[in-house]
């Protein structure tokens, strides 16, 4: 993270638009809040169901070369123990010897305590995995860990996917699914918490191939959130050098996005090599090397690992949308959502509380909601009811007058342009499924399968 | 759940099949497992998300009182003093005097061990919730729990998504997510497990209408899974008497599955009266009541909760679709799932493997795969191959001949009925959306809208 370059959008501005509209509440807030943990509310969840739905679709139903997996989240300790997890995910913490407050080592300057100022004592490390105890006695035997990420999962079932499934080299196993770390600094929002969600693709190769399908998968990944709106200049590739690598990669480079609090990763993409499969394979005694049919041989598969966070994806998707718009005397606040991802596609309004426009309002927005996610407002003025809808990322309002019940016809208005057009309502529905589903909404990626650099 | 009434599918035949064709695997398995925790395969995480998906349209999209929410695991400790749940969300167990094994009382017909039948102790009170510590240090002020249900994320929300949506009385949050049970007896494969997932509902109504909502509720949740294809011969409710209902309850029944092991819950309503919004506003000191603006009055809404399982549900559907029938001389094994829930919706299956035409097979195959989760299989006859269909309940292959290279059509097999149709290439995607995707394919319930109980 360089603080030299913060992004455009003041964070605080993200948490309070996410507060105040029920995206985003803080955790058990009537208790005091719990540190780092994170409630999506009514248009968050919608919000990041989207997302998943979006990199599902994009990773696993239009691929021919992935299949997915949801593996649970309590998983035998010994996984921990061939992963390295147990031995190695750990930070060095020390101690105020004053005050007893513990810090990060790479986060204090001097070996003074940010807080009392007092002398801390030696690093010694911490290990980050959460655990609890199965069964009914809390002792060594029965410990066992909230999975730290959801890699591990795919890893153990290999084979199970393998021989279920007759795939071939290449291919892959994605899941998306809760991960905890319990990391001793937190913060930047829903950017680093202790509850997190991660959408992992762990792609099998022939080792010799590793190399070319890394960059495809950085192109890939890169463009999928170009694809779903994120702005290009907001986005960088950061390789990791040799001393950054973590202990199973060959090679392996963040994507990073510009944050309020300053370039970060949003997603890693790393070469594991064989790392996985031959650990756990010693570890378990069980082969999991893959038989080619072909040649009659035998080969361990390498592994391209594109890892992303579904909260740090909501998190970028919401800081590129958010804008601040002078209109008239007043400043409209809009959140440019790509469709797919808006919480709600479509609000219904209705300019008047008469009768019959209520009626024809509300048979209008009983049709709708079958498709998509459709708001209904009829309170207070036009505009600020759409400034309620821009503020949450509503592509179309959609707004029923007298005229509507004489011409059979309502208005469409768009966020991002303001622009407004009438249509027949015979045609609503259609004309709203071409405006939100229509490829031509996607700001198109360059060519090429292979990224080439030129980012 | 009677043992007395067994259901027609044998359990065995249902995890058999499940682990061969990839639904579900024992979790960990490479490491000999991880007690009653499962791994969703590539077919049996679609057959989840499906059931989610058509779980959230039903309650959430199409409903204009409905919101849904997305709370952490992860929750303050009060919350569980406040709820209940330290105190009384506990299993009697005791202890074999001699080989120190420890049984639920109420699993135990006399006082000696189950395994080794040497005496047993007093029984004493054990929790249920799995704990696990928060931050660096390992002390009581650092425990938290797994939640054991999602419920009360939503009922420490309340007031944020009152303010944030401007909902009035009556209406409902919704949510779906993962809870832990340190469940001392498990099993019934993924009947009972440590590790499980929630669709629950919290429906706030007026305290005088609590009875009416209570048996409108019931009949949703019915209906339902009548809906997405549960035979109604194997769903019946089940009212719980004074001395089953959990201390927070005025009223509760359950929506019980005739499953392989006999009748069991499927889902609960409960009404549990105002006990949560109170217990939650005296504990935090917050006030958690409801302001009508029409009759000025402050009241503390009734809940109804209808709360489903995720995994019962994925048991439910696959038990009930599961059918071995006979078909000429050999026996036919089908799961007639409902097309909503089907992992795959069309197989694509080449008759020849001549280039034209596997060029036009799976030509056609990329352009279904987009709409729907699609298979294409060229490997073996194709007698084969409509049966590994059928046993993953693939509604509908479409097979591609010669004469498809000359005629421009292919044929639709139907699983149920196993019934061929012949169909121009260019309408081929409709027929299937029309099939799939039409209401004829559902069997709908009787209308009304309080359930009367003749079900």
Redesign the interface.
Known sequence: MSKETPGKVDMEKIVSLCR???FI?P?????????S??????????L??NIKQAW??AVV??R?DM??????????P??WEASGHLKGFTDP?VECKSCHL?WRTDDLKESKCPSCGSEVTEPRL?NLM????????EEQAST?Y?RPETAQ?IF??F???LT???KRLPFG?A?IG?A?R?E?TTGNFIFRS??FEQMEIEFFVKPETASDWFNYWLEERLNWYVKLGIKKENLRLRQHDKEELAHYARQCSDIDYLFPMGWSELEGIADRGDFDLVQ?SS??G?S?DYFDEETKEHTVPYIIEPSAGVDRSALAFLCDAYDEEADKDEIRVVLHLHPRLAPVKVAVLPLSRREAVVKLAKEL?ADL??C??VH?DD?QSIGRRYRRQDEIGTPFCVTIDFQSLEDEQVTIRERDTMNQIRVPIPTLKETLQAKLGGEDLFVLPPGGSIWKGEF
């Not at 955790?27 to 540190?35: A, C, K």
């Not at 299949?67 to 035998?76: E, K, P, Q």
């Open positions: 105040r509209r029920g509440f955790g058990s807030e009537i208790y005091g809040g719990l540190s943990c994170w409630d999506y509310g009514p248009l968050g969840v919608e990041k169901q599902w679709q139903r239009e021919d299949v997915g997996l949801d593996t649970s989240i309590l998983m035998h010994q996984v913490l513990r911490f959460f655990k609890t105890f199965m069964g009914p006695v066992v909230l999962g153990v079932n084979q199970n996917v279920t499934t007759r196993i899941q809760k905890f319990n001793v202790r509850e756990h570890s378990s069980k999991l927005y909601r079958p998509w996610m209904y309170a």
